[in-house]
């Protein structure tokens, strides 16, 4: 049997913390590392452990949740990050998985189903809604187009990394679509002719895709900017 | 006090000084056109003073003293050995000694050798129309054929080298033949006897100054008088420019005699055309003048006009064969027309006391003096051997004149170039308001737009959270509520209140993602009731009319539907549908929801719910929402037109089919 998988939390709702660890502390697959009510001390205990899994809420009182996100995505690749959120946040959602998020919770669901979320997330699939589908299609669609060639030739030593490795398949487009149009994963899968296993990891491929990309993006900027010398 | 007395007389005497100064450039300014006119005339008279003593101080001898003959028959030798020769002095002007006499004049001159081992020559200053002259009997030179019809040299000096094998050391002789007629102020000059160098170069200073002076000034002048003429054609507004530019080509014509000597018509017929060129001239230029100076004088415009074309049909005609008779009817009108052309262009610059109005003034002051000394030239008042010089004159008033238009061309120019500017500034400046008003309505339109969604937002709630709270605070108060039923109405608060914010998502119009987003926050409890669900919505054309409100209505259907599938019609599958359809000519996009329950629960009556209410709503955004009972279950069916709704006119019903 793995070791359990460590859980750290980044809560200021006392309770909302307190409830995370009553869900977590019996679940024999996991392990509660602590929690933090701000994101300095968040950021804090990351620059010295690390978890498997982090749970960040967004609506922090010092600094927005994403900054734990970015930082966490940054030093810990292999921490799987989640964003504890309210529905009809779905511009803060998509804004965390360009950050390096691979999920998200929302605060007003049935929080029982927890451990379900947290082993889907382990075992490589991520929830999507539809809306976020959508914006993740129009994102796709205008990174495909962006930046245009000619600046890529202006801008010397700037190659557009490997289509392969940023733009989604048809596959995955596919999926998006499907998702965006209500359809559930079992029924993608169906249509798919795939299990719904890989519907949720095609998900998470997808995720990971946008946050190279926006990585990709930062860099490209903060060349156009000057701060990063060309190598 | 004290100090602002001294002030105020500080600032006194200041614009006291300041006016003073003003005052007396104005007053000092006109006095510019009479110093202008007194040194100029001054010069032009020193000028003609000294042309008439210029003879003077030529080396060598004037021979004066000569006899004539006058060839009664035309004949090509000499004059025979008994010709009756008589005394008669050099110069002779015919005008003076035989009056409209037409035809030759022989003359001899004797001289004694005044000088041995030099060159020697005769230089002739005038002679009149033409000459040939002989040297001891041989031909030494003169003007063209005396008898071709064209030739006219009246105005070309003779330099006559003397070939030194046919002088004699005595009694040399000279024989001038002198063609001439009435109308060229025919004669001869004195005959000045020298060595040839310094003979050629006074020759060669009164070619140039009679003869090529003409012909450059003359140039000169037609050129100035066509770009005038040119720049008029270009924008014919102001008749200044073609009064002038026609003045000048006549003035051309007029000093034609100066320098051309092969004529192309007969002598006689020039000699109308040039002093019609003369009439013209003087005419245009005083029209001209009246209307620079701004005088209106229709009668002394009509004597002009009158005299003008007179004299041109008597010149042309013929009428005219003798100088005195031109300088009648011609000149000395011209002169009178001159004189009062002066007038107005000194009285002007007196006015104007302006610089181009004295340089008018002053140089048609010396052109009116000058004109008056060739008139007496003309006249025989003047040495006879002297020239014209008015014309030089002339070209210096022609191009003060040119200039003078110009520089009214280029301020008009710059006039206009001005108020296109203004133009401009003014335009920008109503940009500018149009800009400041355009950005004031788009953010009014904004404002409005802002506080429309924020009322519809506030009505939303209101209507559904707010009611639902307020109610169920109301029953948890009253306590007839257990912790179960509680968590039931706080849930349909928060449904509702997903509902709104759903229908809020910046979406553009994508109705299915909507459902769908409905559909996955549904889907735990719908698997927790054990409601399965099925899918099929397709993608429905662009409803352009959809609004967040609309959005928020069409949801508000689904859900109730739900509710009443999942607590009244305790229903095992509700299908969810899109379909697009023609109707009446018109597309449809239907919403179709169908559940197997038992049917809706007609006591559910609930504020802002129901199935009544929303038929009534989708009505209202001109969508027919219908309602069938089948066995077993529901469906409900939203049906919405692609392109705009005619709001109110729909048909709107709640249609119940057994």
Redesign the interface.
Known sequence: MPAPARVFVVEDDPHTSQRFQNLIDPLPDFEWAGASATAGEALRWLAAHTPDVLLVDLGLPDQSGIDVVREAARRHPNCEIMVITM??D?AHVVESLRAGAGGYLLK???LD?LAHHLRELRAGGSPI???I??NLLKTFRRDLAWPDPGQWRSAAAAPRPASSATDLSDREMEVLQH??????NA?IADLLNVSTHTVGTYVKRIYGKLAVNSRTEAVYEARQSGLINGD | MATEAAASSQFGSGAAHGSFEIISWRRWRHWLMPLMCLSMVAGALLWARALNAESASWPGVALTQAEEWVEALPSHGLPAADARWQRRNLPDSWGASRPGWNGTVWYRVRFPLVSQGEALAVLVPRVAADAQVYLNGSAIGGDADLHVAGSRNINDPLLLRLPTALLRSEGNELLFRVAGSAGHRAGLSQVQLAPLAPLHDIYAHRQFWQHDGALISNAISVVAGLLVLLTWMGARRDPLFLLFGLATVAWAVRNSKLFIDALPISADAWSALVHTGHCWSTVLFCLFVLRYANVRWPRFERLLWGFVIVSSLLGLGGSFHDVRQLLRWTILPSTGILLVMTWLLVRKAWRDGSVEAALLASTQTVLMVLGVRDALLIADRLPYGSYYISHYIGLLLFLSIAWVLMRRYAQSLGALEASHGVLQARLAEREAQLRTLFEREQAMETERVTLAERRRILSDMHDGVGGQLVSALHAARSGQLDAAALGGVIQECIDELRLVIDAMEPVERDLVVLLGNFRYRMAPRLQAAGLRIEWAVTPIPDLAWLQPTHMLQVLRVVQECVTNALKHARASCIRVETVVHLDDGRQWVQLRISDDGTGFDAQAVRPGKGLGSMAARAAAMGCVLTVERRAPGTRVCLSMPVHEPHTGSAASAVATLA
């Open positions: 529905f009809g779905e007003d669901a049935n189903d809604t539809p809306v589908a959508r998702i965006a149009k209500g359809f559930a029924e």
